[in-house]
């Protein structure tokens, strides 16, 4: 077998049978939505393949996580995760790139005596595409879901979150028992395509996630009076969208200067919003993310400052209202180190940069040392049948998730 | 009778009355939206008044214009105008201040033997409010209304504007034939609340216009392309509202830089609109006014140039489609000067300034030397029931009209 024991060609293959078996790059898109039937279809064809693995136990836990266990001579677990749904009509790779090389992996250590134990996790929904929330699966593995939060959720035809869950034999209120799987986790890894555009243009097939970026985000409403277009002078206007407007620029500007943070104005709604007077309203979202979470606080200070400065200038007044945040979720400096090994001996080349949109790994990221793999993707896209990575960076990327599986199983039997 | 034959408290007695019968101030605003019942009722309470004045004759024309003639020496015309109709919900005074400051000067000027004509005119459907066709009656009466442009239009309820129209006897097809009226019209008058904060803020109850705006309205379309906001690093983004925030900015500030000019952001699009990502689309309309044709062009050429140039920077493309222009109106100098006189002799001091929003006087001034007078509008409000101007002011304007209609009729009889 070529790469050291793993067949990375087979996992091109099988990605492409899923594909044709619940929609990829053509037919639509892939149609792995969680408590769906074909994303039912698609973990059963996933349970089959697990099952022919010699050696190799298949268990569902409490919140509906699929798990396959490779037993060592310690209890201390290696977890390689991933998640085989999908968005509606979304990409061949985001999700299941990660089961599937987490399951090549499995097969190319089964045929050893293993020092420590190594478990492929397929999460439940981490899409969140049909009720709303993400990373269900994981955050309750973690112990970190609070049911009351999701009770209420409902899908687009009016059917709850719970029911949903019982047709998939999970109960809501049990789904945080399944944190006993974790008892003997002793490191967490996953791959993923980049869903951005940095790889690509560096021109580099493989990265080491450094952590998911932490997030601020508030909706910020600028109010001042609307009037006429023609009766008005412009120095005795309130126009709450040019306040808007000047301090969307300054919030992307204040980012531009920084070394690899975002800032993002999403919606804006203006009113009254027509041609013949200016606004007296508007409200936009600002999302601001950071993988270090002094710097993440410095930019909310400084948004909130600069935002401040020019309603004075523009004569209007400024409320911020936080709707969402998460502090960063730095990964594993050892686990950092051995990824950027396994990465420059497949790929000569390796480089580190963070994770835009959160994943699994976040949730695991607190409780033991986690780490990342990311592909790259072709023009960044993602969560669209579009969504693509060229086959042979397909099996770099399964070929050094492969061996930093080894490399940490080497480095956790010397802790063992 | 105070103010040299004018009595410019029945005036204002005369416009509480209106209110009362029609709404105005309270009972939720005006009602007087043309071609409905009350804007019937409000009419013939007009024309009744009217037909109590010596020696008015009293008709209406084939654009539902309502007149009322004094004949003098000369059939040559001195033109007093206004309008009655209202939007809904709207103010005491905004078009029927107009014609009732008209009616007070033709009953002053009725027990003399005039030199000239002098006419009051009550333009029919000067809002637009039920059809969306602002100056409907006064542009058929210039012989400027194009017939097919408005055929089609329909009201909420699916009426169309040539059945409304029938149903108070005017024949779309015959409109324009209104424009013999204009036969003998020698100059046109017209007085009207300012719509705006400029003579409130100078501290004047009253001022000349110089004309109407010229208007350019345009939707500017940026297009670049939309990525999450998590994975896409601030140098690689197309964000299409952040080019669309830069630009409004330099329109903004263009027009603050000129001289008693305007430029206004009205309706902003955004998409996809969410919080997850930055954007792909933005559309915006721009509507730039000036008093000077000259001036005008430069803004919009000064527009789309800074347009360019910010797209370019930020790496998207711009569009831009016209929807609508006119050209500036401004008015007669001899007039100006007639009408500074007036108000100066009323009030101490006069102040000119150009007219935001369009009037029927716009329609007259290319066919015959015109003028405006503007009186205080209070927090610049209008088209809300909230719109007011104290009564002292009404007053002056009131005696204001009646001296300019007198000294126009003086320069007239020397022209006659």
């Known amino acids: 077998m070529p790469n050291g024991g793993v067949d990375a060609k087979r996992a091109v293959e099988e990605l492409k049978e899923l594909a044709e078996l619940t929609g990829g790059k053509d037919d639509g898109g892939s149609r792995r939505v969680a408590w769906t039937d074909e994303w039912v279809k698609a973990r059963e064809w996933l349970e089959g393949k697990l099952s022919e693995i010699e050696n190799?136990?298949?268990?569902?836990?409490?919140?509906?996580?699929?798990?396959?266990?490779?037993?060592?001579?310690?209890?201390?677990?290696?977890?390689?995760?991933?998640?085989?749904d999908s968005v509606p009509n979304g990409g061949w790779l985001d999700g299941c790139l990660n089961t599937i090389a987490a399951m090549e992996t499995i097969r190319a250590l089964s045929g050893r005596d293993l020092p420590v134990t190594v478990r492929l996790v397929d999460w439940a929904d981490e899409e969140g595409a049909r009720f709303g929330r993400s990373l269900l699966g994981s955050s309750a593995c973690a112990n970190a879901l609070d049911p009351e939060e999701v009770r209420g959720l409902t899908d687009?035809?009016?059917?709850?979150?719970?029911?949903?869950?019982?047709?998939?034999?999970?109960?809501?209120?049990?789904?945080?028992?399944?944190?006993?799987q974790l008892e003997n986790a002793a490191a967490y890894l996953e791959l993923h395509i980049e869903q951005g555009p940095v790889l690509e243009r560096m021109n580099l097939p493989l990265g080491v996630v450094l952590g998911t970026f932490g997030v601020e985000r508030h909706v910020v409403k600028f109010i001042g009076q609307h009037a006429h277009s023609g009766s008005t002078p412009m120095d005795v206007r309130r126009d709450a969208f040019i306040a808007a407007a000047r301090s969307a620029i300054a919030f992307r500007d204040d980012a531009a200067a920084r070394d690899d943070v975002?800032?993002?104005?999403?919606?804006?709604?203006?009113?009254?919003?027509?041609?013949?007077?200016?606004?007296?309203?508007?409200?936009?979202?600002?999302d601001q993310r950071a993988l270090d979470a002094d710097v993440l606080a410095d930019m909310l200070r400084g948004a909130k400052e600069n935002g401040e400065l020019i309603s004075d200038e523009e004569n209007v007044s400024v409320e911020w209202e936080k709707v969402w945040e998460i502090e960063p979720r730095p990964f594993d400096e050892k686990l950092v180190e051995l990824a950027d090994e396994a990465i420059s001996e497949v790929a000569g080349t390796s480089h580190r940069l963070p994770s835009g949109p959160l994943h699994d790994a976040a949730e695991m990221a607190p409780l033991m040392p986690t780490v990342m793999l990311f592909v790259k993707s072709l023009r960044g896209l993602s969560h669209t049948k579009e969504e693509d990575t060229p086959e042979k960076d397909i099996e770099a990327?399964?070929?050094?998730?492969?061996?930093?599986?080894?490399?940490?199983?080497?480095?956790?039997?010397?802790?063992?």
Chains 1, 2 share one sequence.
């Open 56 to 84: 190799v136990e298949v268990e569902r836990d409490e919140a509906g996580n699929l798990w396959a266990t490779l037993r060592g001579a310690s209890e201390k677990a290696v977890l390689l995760g991933g998640h085989i």
């Open 397 to 416: 990327s399964v070929a050094a998730f492969h061996r930093l599986a080894e490399k940490t199983v080497g480095w956790m039997s010397g802790r063992a």
């Open 262 to 286: 975002r800032a993002t104005t999403g919606f804006v709604n203006v009113s009254p919003a027509i041609v013949t007077a200016f606004n007296g309203v508007c409200e936009m979202s600002l």
């Open 156 to 180: 687009k035809d009016g059917i709850s979150l719970p029911d949903a869950l019982r047709e998939h034999s999970v109960d809501l209120d049990r789904m945080n028992e399944s944190h006993k």
